[in-house]
C-alpha cells in the first residue's frame, strides 16, 4: 500500500538537499573565490612584474660584479705600487716613474707615449723598464709634456745584447717577434740562456728575456736566434725611464 507520507517526506528530503547543496555551493564559491585572488595576488606574481624582478636582480648583479672587479683593480694597483716603491730601492739609478698615455694602434710601429713631468730632462736612446726591470724599449721623441718610446718588439729597435759572453744585435721583426743577429755559428750557447741590453752610456745590462729557439743554417756564418722576453710587449700603465 502507497503512503502519501512517505512520498511528501521523500520529495521534502529531496527538496532540502538540493537547497542544502545550492546553499554550500553558493558558500564554497564564494570562500574558493576569495582564497584564489589571495593566493594569486601573494604568491603567484604577473609576468609583467616578474620581468621588472628579473631585470632588477640583473642590475643588482651587474653593480655587485662591477664593485668586484673595481676592487680587484684596486688590489693589483697596490701590489704594482709595492712592486715598484720595490724595484726603486733596488736599482740605485736615477729612475723616473711615467704613467703611460698612449699606444700606437699599428701592426707594424710599435710605440707607447708617456707624460713627462715640467722639469725633466729626458733624452733620445734612455732605456725604458718596465716594473721588475726588464727592458721593454728606450725613448725615441722628447715633447714639451710627453715623450715617445719605441719597443722592443718594434722592426725600427735594436740594441746591442750579451748572451753568456757573446755579443750580438737584437732587433724587433715585423710580426712582433724579438731575432738577435750576428753570433757566429758553432757558438756556445743554449735554448733558455738569458739575454742582456748593454747600456754602454750608463755602465749597466738590462736583462730582456731568453733564448726560446736557435737555428744554424749552412748558408749563413751566423746563427738565426729568437729571444721570448720577460716583458709583456705592451706595458702596463706605468712605465721607468732610465736617466
Known amino acids: 500500500m502507497y503512503l502519501p507520507s512517505k512520498f511528501i517526506k521523500s520529495k521534502f528530503g529531496a527538496s532540502l538537499l538540493v537547497i542544502l547543496t545550492i546553499v554550500v555551493y553558493l558558500l564554497l564559491k564564494g570562500f574558493v573565490k576569495d582564497t584564489f585572488l589571495y593566493f594569486y595576488s601573494n604568491f603567484l606574481v604577473p609576468q ?28 693589483k694597483e697596490n701590489e704594482r705600487l709595492r712592486s715598484l716603491l720595490k724595484f726603486k730601492e733596488t736599482h740605485k739609478l736615477n729612475i723616473v716613474p711615467l704613467r703611460v698615455i698612449s699606444i700606437m694602434p699599428s701592426r707594424f710601429k710599435r710605440t707607447i707615449f708617456a707624460k713627462t713631468p715640467s722639469n725633466s730632462n729626458f733624452k733620445e ?53 724579438l731575432k738577435v743577429y750576428f753570433i757566429d755559428n758553432g757558438t756556445e750557447i743554449k735554448k733558455g740562456d738569458k739575454v742582456f741590453a748593454v747600456s754602454y752610456s750608463l755602465d749597466r745590462e738590462f736583462l730582456i728575456g731568453e733564448i726560446m729557439k736557435i737555428t744554424q743554417s749552412p748558408n749563413s756564418f751566423f746563427m738565426d736566434i729568437t729571444v721570448k722576453p720577460y716583458s709583456k710587449f705592451y706595458p702596463s700603465r706605468i712605465v721607468f725611464v732610465v736617466q
Open 125 to 177: 736612446g734612455f732605456p725604458v723598464l718596465d716594473e721588475k726591470g726588464f727592458l721593454i724599449g728606450r725613448v725615441s721623441k722628447v715633447y714639451s709634456n710627453f715623450l715617445e718610446a719605441t719597443l722592443i718588439n718594434d722592426p725600427d729597435f735594436f740594441v746591442t745584447v750579451r748572451i753568456r759572453n757573446n755579443l750580438g744585435l737584437l732587433r724587433g721583426t715585423l710580426y712582433g717577434g
Open 48 to 75: 609583467s612584474k616578474l620581468k621588472n624582478m628579473i631585470a632588477t636582480l640583473k642590475a643588482e648583479n651587474l653593480r655587485l660584479s662591477l664593485e668586484r672587479k673595481a676592487c680587484k683593480d684596486i688590489k
